[in-house]
């Protein structure tokens, strides 16, 4: 049989690693994949790979995943065709519109949806007809005080300055774990030799986490940090630079640094250390070592987004590398120069334009937070939401208060998912339409490379061809529009394919054809193995949007919310906070219907501190009840030194024992789901990020 060698790049998560996949003829004339391997040529990932790459081809094999649209009658699922699935769609939920307003109709956006291009070209083609304020995604279950911090002190929520890992002599890491991640709002494949590249040249690299993360048992130091506290810290941090002299002037032009300054004059490292258990003589410490180093970044990712002072946290990390004088310089934090430039081709976007209508939260960039969709489907009353849309997205599992957003979901009238599965969430749906595989479509990164460690290019022709009476998702869309605005009588624009668009940005952007690389889809196609457009520099003067193009170190909402985190509670004696966790294999729910992700030593169990276990009459391995305001659930516990005394943690997306789902491997893990503990009443008031992390809960046995 004939082997054919075929590059493209993995894009399940952030890393966008280099692949060299091989595939066969096989005897009816199809393909099949018979190696995946790391690309050694790749420009950026250098010949890495980690598991969720090789488990492209079970995604591929999968016998549960969904190839033609399925409409649930009764209890059963039957076979449905494209044209009569948008047609149902459409008259559904038009009619709900019209009976009930704009806003009866919602929208949910999974982690997905960014991971494929034609999710991002062409999902607002349909969903931007419904015309509704009822939009939710993954976002604010996530990065959103990322966003909120860059909108507020840059001018653009994707103005996100990134840590110039490869030329950075300090590293500072908050609620981060990297070598898990494969990087995260960083793409940086092959983490681990970059941190260590650090240590061998002089460097350091210090880790802040509640638990000893496999990021944290390669680092130079480790921290624990109660969990919920980082702003503490961080509040300790900036105060000691301040105090002691240790800033430097930064080249950016700045507004409201004096303000900032007499801000933060109460939050002293010796105030702050009781809220983050950390020793003010270690804050105090680090602070040092940060301002001694020759160049400096504190990055902070999801274990800080994810806690009630999310946006603080973000805001104090930007500070501190602000007046380090290591934002916007080599070595320190600095944004990218993509190819494809979202920040030079959109606006700056907009927050708090309008509110949830149960509980008044903010909305961010048209979508309100996530937290709040499930009121808006149980709370009766004008607007209530009695329609969904989801796409790509498993928030049963995902979001805060799962078991509550399930009996959300069961009241609906009509429910339209576009995906793969008939999972925890979309077993609820009336119809599920789903689209190629990641293998069966082309794919340019338009996301991942503006957060990328340096910048790159290349795009992902598909390796297999699109099988005889699928849609990719992107015709999904188009079809779908076509089809509610014949129903509701609406203007359509024209659209085109993804490739084009993606053709259109590159040649317009800074790459193109007004330069020396003259970029397009068809160049890049000769270049598989992706292209290097150097390293990252300070560009951030010029690129600001903010209205007098200077960075706004004092944003009014940012100081306003410093009187909640000053009002905030002494921690309770003896108090368990649960945090969450990752793991290499494990980047969403969907990818425990693989074998080879879920193979080895099981990673379902609440981690515990053995002390901790001892004091409650518990032992290692038995099975407890773990209980929280929201729910409870039960699971086997772990006993772990590597966690913080008074933190448990347990992993995201697991629980999938719930009737009616149909992904065979993952029904058969054991484990529970985090999110039948986190409660959705738990916010970063300013954002409406949801507050996973630090969540209080007790354990008791089963």
């Known amino acids: 049989m004939t082997k054919t060698l075929n590059y493209r790049a993995c894009h399940l998560c952030e890393a966008i690693c280099g692949l060299t996949i091989e595939t066969t003829a096989t005897d009816d004339a199809g393909l099949q994949i018979t190696s995946i391997k790391g690309d050694a040529q790749d420009s950026f990932s250098r010949g890495h790979i980690c598991p969720k790459a090789v488990a492209l081809q079970d995604i591929q094999n999968d016998p549960d995943r969904l190839r033609h649209p399925m409409q649930r009658v009764g209890s059963e699922w039957q076979a449905i065709a494209w044209e009569d699935a948008f047609a149902l769609v459409a008259e559904r939920l038009a009619a709900i519109q019209e009976r009930h307003g704009q806003n009866a109709v919602a929208v949910y956006q999974g982690n997905p949806s960014v991971h494929n291009y034609g999710l991002m070209t062409h999902s607002n083609y349909f969903l931007g007809l419904l015309k509704t304020r009822n939009r939710y995604s993954a976002t604010s279950v996530d990065q959103l005080p990322h966003h909120l911090t860059s909108h507020l002190m840059y001018g653009h929520g994707l103005l996100l300055p990134i840590p110039d890992i490869d030329h950075t002599d300090f590293m500072l890491i908050l609620g981060g774990n990297p070598l898990a991640s494969n990087g995260s709002i960083m793409t940086v494949p092959d983490v681990e030799k970059r941190l260590r590249a650090i240590q061998a040249r002089g460097g350091k690299v210090v880790v802040v986490d509640p638990r000893r993360s496999e990021t944290a048992a390669i680092a130079d130091q480790h921290l624990f940090v109660r969990p919920g506290g980082d702003a503490a810290l961080l509040f300790g941090l900036l105060n000691t630079l301040f105090s002691e002299g240790l800033t430097r002037d930064s080249h950016l032009p700045v507004d409201g640094l004096e303000e900032v300054r007499q801000a933060v004059s109460g939050f002293n490292a010796e105030a702050m250390s009781p809220l983050c258990a950390v020793p003010a003589a270690q804050i105090r410490q680090l602070a040092r070592d940060f301002a001694a180093a020759r160049t400096a970044v504190c990055y902070g990712r999801m274990g800080i987004s994810t806690q009630a002072f999310g946006t603080l946290c973000h805001w104090l990390v930007q500070l501190i590398n ?111 339409l789903p689209s190629t595989s990641a293998l069966e479509n082309d794919h340019y990164d338009t996301t991942f490379n503006m957060f990328a460690v340096r910048n790159v290019s290349r795009f992902n022709r598909a390796i297999l061809p699109k099988p005889e009476g699928a849609l990719h998702d992107w015709e999904i869309f188009v079809g779908l529009a076509k089809a509610f605005a014949a129903r509701t009588g609406k203007e359509l624009k024209p659209t085109m394919a993804p490739a084009q668009m993606i053709d259109f940005g590159l040649r317009a952007g800074r790459y193109g054809d007004a330069s020396a690389y003259k970029l397009s889809v068809a160049s890049l196609f000769d270049h598989p193995h992706g292209i290097d457009l150097g390293p990252l520099k300070s560009n951030l003067a010029p690129r600001l949007k903010t209205a007098n193009q200077r960075v706004q170190a004092a944003p009014p909402a940012i100081l306003a919310d410093l009187a909640r985190f000053a009002a905030q509670q002494v921690p309770v004696a003896d108090e368990l906070l649960l945090i969450g966790r990752r793991h290499v294999r494990s980047n969403n729910s969907w990818m425990h219907n693989y074998h080879r992700l879920v193979k080895g030593k099981p990673r379902h169990q609440l981690l515990m501190h053995p002390e901790d276990l001892a004091s409650r009459g518990l032992n290692d391995g038995q099975r407890v009840r773990v209980s929280s305001r929201v729910g409870a659930i039960e699971v086997e516990v772990l006993g772990s030194v590597e966690m913080m005394k008074g933190v448990v943690s347990l992993p995201h997306g697991w629980g999938h024992a719930r009737p009616g789902v149909q992904m065979t491997i993952a029904m058969g893990q054991p484990g529970s789901s985090a999110n039948d503990l986190t409660d959705e009443q738990q916010l970063d008031e300013l954002s409406g990020n949801a507050a996973l992390n630090g969540v209080p809960v007790t354990v008791a046995a089963a």
């Open 322 to 432: 602000l007046i380090s004088g290591n934002l916007d310089r080599v070595g320190g934090a600095l944004c990218t120069e993509p190819a494809v430039d979202l920040v030079a081709s959109t606006s700056g976007g907009h927050f708090n334009q309008w509110q949830s209508r149960v509980s008044g939260r903010p909305e961010y960039g048209g979508e309100l937070p996530v937290s709040a969709l499930a009121e808006e489907m149980l709370t009766e009353g004008e607007g209530q939401v009695r329609a969904l849309v989801t796409v790509a997205g498993n928030p049963v599992l995902s979001t805060p208060n799962g078991r509550q957003l399930e009996q959300a979901l069961d009241g609906l009238e009509f429910m339209v998912s576009i995906d793969l599965y008939i999972n925890e969430t979309t077993r609820y749906a009336d119809l599920i």
